[in-house]
């Protein structure tokens, strides 16, 4: 099962934005709207952010957003806060009710 | 609200078997997929597989196909993922996760720690 990839880590001071991206395929990000982006901090569950590519769930601060360009899907966080640090995945549906992870991205608020 | 709450944490020893369960609470179970992923220490996530609670029906990624069964039991609004065969390599946190028709991981649950270890 092939891995998305993710930049390992990225790091920002409070209030500026950051992006990251999530590098798959054509059998799975550049075939499907179905991207999704999950928060995880340490010991926790992952917490959904983004599906469908650039849709927030409820409660979900509008800070997140998400984007696609061909196999490439990219999570911008804006107004950066220290709440934000944690790992990101982007998760893709890769066809045959199949889905695959990215390798996840570390983010450290400075 | 609804939620997600998983069995506790276990201790196997390679070449046994794991079985944990997944409750679901506060919606119609048989109406979405629960997935099952897994998190070994240091580590991603790792997609496993899913199962149609109505149906019973599965989809396992090929690394597990031979190796996992997700089995459901509608009386109790309960999934199972069972994991055969174990590895130290199979240490790792095991999450269930619901898919809300095209939205998966809309809920997750708490996780369940698997030690596989002599």
């Known amino acids: 099962q092939s891995v998305l990839t993710q930049t390992a880590s990225l790091s920002g001071s409070p209030g500026q934005s950051i992006t990251m991206s999530c590098t798959g395929t054509n059998n799975d990000v550049g075939n499907y709207d179905l991207v999704s982006w999950f928060q995880q901090h340490s010991g926790e569950a992952p917490k959904l952010l983004i599906h469908r590519v650039s849709q927030r769930p409820s409660g979900v601060s509008d800070r997140f957003s998400g984007s696609k360009s061909g196999n490439t899907a990219s999570l911008t966080i804006s107004g950066l806060q220290a709440e934000d640090e944690a790992e990101y995945f982007c998760?893709?549906?890769?066809?045959?009710?199949?889905?695959?992870f990215g390798s996840g991205t570390k983010v450290t608020v400075l | 609200q609804a939620q997600l709450v998983q069995s506790g944490a276990e201790v196997r020893k390679p070449g046994a078997s794991v079985k944990v369960s997944c409750r679901a609470s506060?919606?119609?179970?048989?109406?979405?997929?629960i997935h099952w992923v897994r998190q070994a220490p240091g580590q991603g996530l790792e997609w496993m597989g899913r199962?149609?609670?109505?149906?019973?029906?599965?989809n396992y990624t090929q690394d597990f196909q031979g190796r996992v069964t997700m089995t459901r039991d509608t009386s109790i609004n309960t999934v199972y993922m069972e994991l055969d065969s174990l590895t130290s390599d199979d240490t790792a946190v095991y999450f269930c996760?619901?898919?809300?028709?095209?939205?998966?991981?809309?809920?997750w649950g708490q996780g369940t720690l698997v030690i596989a270890s002599s």
């Open positions: 199962i149609n609670p109505k149906t019973g029906g599965t």
């Open positions: 996760a619901r898919q809300s028709g095209l939205i998966f991981g809309d809920i």
């Open positions: 506060g919606y119609a179970f048989v109406g979405y997929f």
């Open positions: 998760c893709s549906y890769a066809g045959s009710s199949t889905y695959v």
